[in-house]
Structure formats: C-alpha cells, structure tokens
C-alpha cells in the first residue's frame, strides 16, 4: 500500500472508530490496570461475557496492589466461571511482580510489559498503545482478519510466516500522531467485531471498503485462510456429588492440574467403583442423575453425575492423586466459591441448591 493511501486507510478508520465505537466499560479508562485487566479477560472470550466480570474483579480489587497482596483463592473465585484460569494465575503472580519491580505501577514500554508472567506480544501492545499511548502494534483474531482481508494475505495467518506478515503490516500501518496508535489498534479490533465479521463481511458497511482488496478480488469472505483446528479429544468423567440440605463435599484441584486451585465434586477419568471406595462409599448407595458435555479449547469432557448424602462424617480422605484438600462447604458459601462452569453445570445436574 503507498503512503498516501495508507494515510487514507488510517483517517477513514480513525473517523469512523470516533463516530461508532463500541460502548464498553473499560473505554475512556486511562488506568492501565484496568486496560491490562479488561485485555487479558477479553483473550479467548467474548466481550459480553466479559463485562460482569471486569466489572465485578475491579470493584473488588481495584488496584494492582490490591490484586498482589490478595490470597489466590480469591483471585479465583473472582475468576470463576469464565475459564482459562491460567489467566488468572499469570496476572496474579504478574501484579505481584509490578509492586515489587516497579513500585506497583504497569511500565509502559512492551518490552518491559512482556516480562511479566502471561503477557504476550498482543497484550504488551494494547496496554502500552491504549494505556500509555505508546506506537505498539496489536494483532488478535479480529485485527488479523481485518488485515488479511484488506490486503488480500492468502496465507495462514496462524502459519509462522503469515503471522509475521500480519504482525510487520500492523506496525507499518500504526499512524505517527501522538496517542493516535491506541484509537487506532481499537478501531481495527471493532472493525473486524462489527463489520469484518468471521462469516459474511458487511462490506457495503464498511468505512474502507474503496481500500480493501480483498473485497475488490472477491476473496473476503473466504479470508483469512487457517489451518482447520484439531477436534477437541473426548473425555469422559464421573463426578460424586455429596450433599445435604445445607453442604456438599468439594475437593481442591491440585495447582498445575486443569483446573488447578478451583475446588469441585471429587471426580476422576477411571470407574466411578473406584472414586467411590476412595471416598469409602458404597456404589449401591449413590443415585445417578445424568450426563453432561463441557466443551474445552482441547476437550470435550462427557461427565456423568451421581449423588448421594453427605451423612455425619468430619473428615473425608484425599479422592485421588488430581486434589490436594477436601472439605464439606455450606451451600451459603458455594456462590462465593473458586469454582469452574464446570462445576457450576454438575451441582445444578446433581439438584445441589444454591450452587455457584
Ligand atoms: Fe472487511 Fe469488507 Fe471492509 Fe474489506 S470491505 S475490510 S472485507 S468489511
């Protein structure tokens, strides 16, 4: 693309990401916390889901520091339900990085911000261009999208070499204005969110329709071209849920494990006989109440549940090598809980009150 028409393409963009952004609450937060947080929630999930959850995580810690000296019991709890928990763990273990090598405020530059645990090359970017108005490029799903259409890539933007190619054009097109490389990052990520969408581009929408090529070959809606991913492997599990009226017996998940830190019904990928015997249960005592699918980046997981009374018992042993501490919680406490979705499906199946 010549400079003029990079120019072009740049105040278009700019002119119409002023007119139609979307309103979301982390828009206009000049705190770069608040960015880092809304960024990191936003990988892998959508926006809508998001939005209680940041919503939520800030009211409760609203600070860096407040996040650092946190327990991770409580970060994850904050977490629960919205998956990738990893994610939960890195930005935890990253704040505490930030109060103790940078007197507890985000640095600006993308090369310090990618020596923090779980920051990657997208993410350095988007806080150091929204939050600091720093000239740091940022190429997510939506921005490779846009770029591959627009320009007509027809190579895998996931393969090494296209992604190389994506991430060198969106440096090139970043505009030289100050702060202007932040709005800029935006407006392509809205782009491809409301108009450059996955299946059928809205061209006739389109503010830079007259500069897309991809559009002018007729190729956009077959862009960009990836790699058909790899079917999640199916698993399948056998959750025990014990409850009474007022509790039911959760298990921690040993940190390193999916699902690390989070606690749920004992469950294992073997027979339910021998999960049950390490509980020191009969089998014949327990009811079936079904099967559910949980759907993973790389896992389809088909759990059947079975219930049964928690009885008198004060202590419970260990239900297998995956935990690391067991516990009868009062349902009360469930909504407060570091819990998966996961969980919170097999409580409902298991008819368990007040679950997450
Ligand atoms: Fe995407 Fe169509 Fe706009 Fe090109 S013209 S950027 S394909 S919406």
Redesign the pocket.
Known sequence: MTRPAARALQRKLLSWYAASKRDLPWRGARDPYAIWLSETMLQQTRVETVIPYYQRFLRELPTVRELAEATEERVLSLWSGLGYYRRARMLHAAARRVVREHGGRLPASVDDLRRLEGVGAYTAGAVSSIAFGRRAAVVDGNVAR?LA??FAIEEDVKSARGSARVWALAGDLLPDGEGQAGDWNQALMD?GAT??VPRE???ER?P??AL?T??ARGL?AGLPRMVRKKAPRPVRRVAIVLASRTSVLLARRRAGALFGGLWEPPGTDGPLEALAASLGLDVGALERRGELVHVLSHRRMQVEVVRGGLGRRRSWPLPGPEYDAVEAVPVSRLARGAHSALTRKILALAGVPGGP
Do not use: F, I
Request: include cysteine.
């Open positions: 846009v259409r627009l782009l108009v450059c581009p809205r061209c389109c830079v329709e897309c991809g559009r956009a």
